[in-house]
């Protein structure tokens, strides 16, 4: 921040922004994850709280970020420290939580990409046919814990390919942001989102033209398959863990919560829209979650599998439905390696448009409080996560994955959400807030939104926090799950995120210290 005012880039077009911030919540989550989560949780009995969570934090939280990452790109900011000192200007502490809007995003980052990368080789796999003679569930299971290193077999000895297609996606990715705002990321997203669109309603017509695979399950039909997701169940709804799960994916899908929508809605002018932008990024996201990526995994799973088994097949591991049970189910469909690879590709490019906005909060934080160019935070960038993402390689197996996952895409998400949305409606206060997020709006939000956002929201936060330390935080923070030969690896990560999160918190310090400099120096 050394110097005050300097120009900052800007979107060029609103569609621009508003494919960029889609292009963000678009992700594994909505293809991957989503079903999985909604197998996990009783199918029908998961969709209540989901979408009662998209009502009450998915939208609120999307016009908080919209607003307040408009707000404190005014005053020169792109990311939380200073975003949230633009809103509460008397406080010296908020800018050290304001870490965790860089700090969470590169926790997710540092293993977003490597599974992202996977996309990539299977989507190659798919037309060379390397996964062709595995045609049981065991076989494709071992094709791919050979890929990530984690057996020797007929299909792969060592991590080669893997790290083959990781270098090209972590290249890819650092090249965008290289580009910076308008040149990279944007571009990147005018037309991988229409094409990852186009891909999602194929292959979502495929699987609602599939029969009945199988003759002596007539009962395995599409119309069951739907139903598994779509009969709703009330009785969950007294599940704290159904909540907690669906609360979750909603953040998560929509990458509210954690910093980067802030970021890239802090390029926005203040004429910009805000209100019908942020709707129109949150139902773009829900279309492509429960209109494509409902469609597609469950019911294809359904007719091939039946009910019981979609279920064991989420609980044995989060990357079975969509790396396992979907390229087994494309070998037996006409054409199927075209759609394997229409698959793959959709998935990859959803996969680059999410990680590129979890990059570019440490490069906007670089270029506005430290005035490094945007090639040279970049680089940086590049170099330091490139070193970062080894873990998540090389110690896949060793719960280091889960551990990252835990603490950037749950725990971080969930504090960081409650803190802004406090800090939104009671500290920057809610008719101040109401007349900022109508600032140039093209549409009049509901007044009964107010409401919400000033109440309902921050409650619905305290709650699932509460609930979430006492069912899943404790028991993670002691360790609950790690076997012993996990330990020390999970120590290690511990260890490095800690470092991480110091470096991070030193870093803002420094940065508010030259700037008290240079303003006295200024007067
Ligand atoms: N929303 C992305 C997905 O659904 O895959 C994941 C994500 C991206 C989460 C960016 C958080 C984030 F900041």
Same mark, same amino acid.
């Given at each position: 921040?050394a110097?005050?005012?300097?120009?900052?880039?800007?979107?060029?077009?609103?569609t621009g922004?508003i $494919?960029?911030?889609?292009?963000s919540?678009?992700g594994?989550g909505n293809?991957l994850?989503?079903?999985?989560?909604?197998?996990q949780?009783?199918?029908?009995?998961f969709?209540i709280?989901?979408?009662?969570?998209?009502?009450?934090?998915?939208i609120?939280?999307?016009w908080?970020?919209?607003?307040a990452?408009?707000?404190? #790109?005014?005053?020169g900011?792109?990311t939380?420290?200073?975003?949230?000192q633009?809103?509460?200007q008397?406080n010296?502490f908020?800018?050290y939580?304001?870490?965790?809007?860089?700090f969470?995003?590169?926790?997710?980052?540092?293993?977003y990409t490597y599974?992202e990368?996977?996309l990539?080789g299977?989507?190659?796999?798919?037309?060379?046919g390397?996964?062709a003679?595995?045609?049981?569930?065991?076989?494709?299971?071992?094709f791919l814990?050979g890929?990530?290193?984690?057996q020797t077999?007929?299909?792969?000895?060592g991590?080669g390919w893997?790290?083959?297609f990781?270098?090209?996606?972590?290249?890819l990715?650092?090249?965008?942001?290289?580009y910076?705002i308008?040149?990279?990321?944007?571009?990147?997203?005018n037309?991988?989102?229409?094409?990852?669109?186009?891909?999602?309603?194929i292959?979502?017509v495929?699987v609602?033209?599939?029969?009945?695979?199988?003759?002596l399950r007539p009962d395995?039909?599409l119309?069951?398959? $739907?139903?598994f997701?779509w009969?709703?169940n009330f009785a969950a709804?007294k599940?704290a863990?159904?909540?907690?799960a669906?609360? #979750?994916q909603?953040?998560?899908?929509?990458?509210?919560?954690?910093?980067?929508i802030?970021?890239?809605?802090s390029?926005?002018?203040k004429?910009?829209d805000v209100?019908?932008?942020?709707?129109t990024?949150?139902?773009?996201?829900?279309?492509?979650?429960?209109?494509l990526g409902?469609s597609?995994?469950?019911?294809?799973?359904?007719v091939f599998?039946?009910p019981?088994?979609?279920?064991?097949?989420?609980?044995?591991?989060?990357?079975?439905l969509?790396?396992?049970t979907?390229?087994?189910i494309f070998q037996?469909?006409?054409?199927g390696?075209?759609?394997?690879f229409?698959?793959?590709?959709?998935?990859f490019?959803a996969?680059v448009t999410s990680?590129v906005? $979890?990059?570019q909060p440490?490069?906007?934080f670089?270029e506005d409080?430290?005035d490094?160019?945007?090639?040279k935070?970049a680089t940086?960038?590049?170099?330091?996560t490139f070193?970062?993402c080894?873990?998540?390689?090389?110690?896949?197996?060793k719960?280091v994955?889960n551990e990252?996952?835990?603490w950037?895409?749950?725990?971080?998400l969930?504090?960081?959400?409650t803190v802004?949305?406090?800090?939104?409606a009671?500290?920057?206060g809610?008719?101040?807030?109401?007349?900022?997020?109508?600032?140039?709006a093209?549409i009049?939000i509901?007044k009964?939104?107010?409401f919400?956002i000033k109440?309902?929201?921050?409650l619905?936060l305290l709650?699932?926090?509460?609930f979430?330390?006492?069912?899943?935080?404790?028991?993670?923070i002691?360790?609950k799950?790690v076997t012993?030969?996990?330990?020390?690896?999970?120590?290690?990560?511990?260890g490095?995120m800690?470092?991480i999160?110091?470096v991070?918190?030193?870093s803002?310090?420094y940065a508010w210290?030259k700037r008290k400099i240079?303003?006295?120096?200024e007067?």
């Amino acid at each position: 921040m050394a110097k005050i005012n300097k120009l900052r880039e800007t979107w060029k077009t609103r569609t621009g922004i508003i $494919l960029a911030v889609a292009g963000s919540a678009v992700g594994l989550g909505n293809f991957l994850r989503f079903p999985v989560q909604a197998a996990q949780n009783g199918g029908g009995a998961f969709m209540i709280p989901y979408f009662i969570s998209f009502l009450l934090l998915g939208i609120p939280l999307m016009w908080i970020e919209w607003t307040a990452g408009r707000f404190g #790109g005014g005053f020169g900011h792109g990311t939380a420290p200073g975003i949230f000192q633009s809103m509460w200007q008397k406080n010296r502490f908020i800018k050290y939580f304001g870490v965790i809007g860089i700090f969470g995003p590169v926790l997710i980052f540092m293993y977003y990409t490597y599974v992202e990368s996977w996309l990539l080789g299977y989507a190659f796999f798919s037309i060379t046919g390397r996964y062709a003679q595995a045609t049981t569930q065991p076989a494709m299971q071992s094709f791919l814990q050979g890929y990530q290193g984690l057996q020797t077999n007929e299909y792969f000895h060592g991590i080669g390919w893997a790290y083959l297609f990781f270098i090209i996606t972590f290249s890819l990715n650092v090249f965008v942001i290289y580009y910076g705002i308008r040149r990279g990321i944007e571009k990147l997203c005018n037309w991988a989102m229409p094409i990852l669109l186009i891909c999602g309603i194929i292959l979502a017509v495929r699987v609602l033209s599939l029969g009945i695979p199988n003759l002596l399950r007539p009962d395995w039909n599409l119309v069951n398959g $739907l139903g598994f997701l779509w009969n709703p169940n009330f009785a969950a709804l007294k599940s704290a863990k159904v909540w907690l799960a669906a609360a #979750g994916q909603i953040f998560f899908t929509l990458s509210v919560g954690i910093g980067v929508i802030l970021t890239y809605a802090s390029y926005l002018t203040k004429k910009d829209d805000v209100a019908l932008s942020g709707l129109t990024a949150a139902a773009t996201n829900e279309f492509a979650e429960v209109i494509l990526g409902a469609s597609i995994v469950i019911p294809a799973a359904f007719v091939f599998f039946g009910p019981r088994e979609i279920v064991n097949i989420a609980q044995s591991g989060a990357f079975n439905l969509g790396f396992v049970t979907m390229p087994l189910i494309f070998q037996r469909i006409p054409l199927g390696a075209i759609f394997a690879f229409l698959w793959f590709t959709l998935l990859f490019l959803a996969g680059v448009t999410s990680s590129v906005s $979890l990059a570019q909060p440490v490069i906007s934080f670089l270029e506005d409080e430290f005035d490094i160019t945007r090639k040279k935070s970049a680089t940086i960038f590049g170099v330091v996560t490139f070193i970062l993402c080894q873990p998540a390689i090389f110690f896949l197996g060793k719960g280091v994955l889960n551990e990252l996952d835990f603490w950037g895409g749950t725990f971080c998400l969930v504090l960081f959400a409650t803190v802004e949305t406090i800090v939104f409606a009671w500290i920057f206060g809610i008719d101040r807030a109401w007349k900022e997020i109508h600032h140039g709006a093209d549409i009049v939000i509901p007044k009964f939104y107010k409401f919400i956002i000033k109440y309902i929201t921050p409650l619905f936060l305290l709650f699932i926090l509460g609930f979430w330390i006492v069912k899943e935080g404790l028991p993670m923070i002691a360790m609950k799950n790690v076997t012993s030969e996990q330990y020390p690896y999970v120590l290690f990560i511990r260890g490095l995120m800690l470092i991480i999160f110091i470096v991070l918190a030193m870093s803002v310090a420094y940065a508010w210290k030259k700037r008290k400099i240079l303003i006295r120096k200024e007067k």
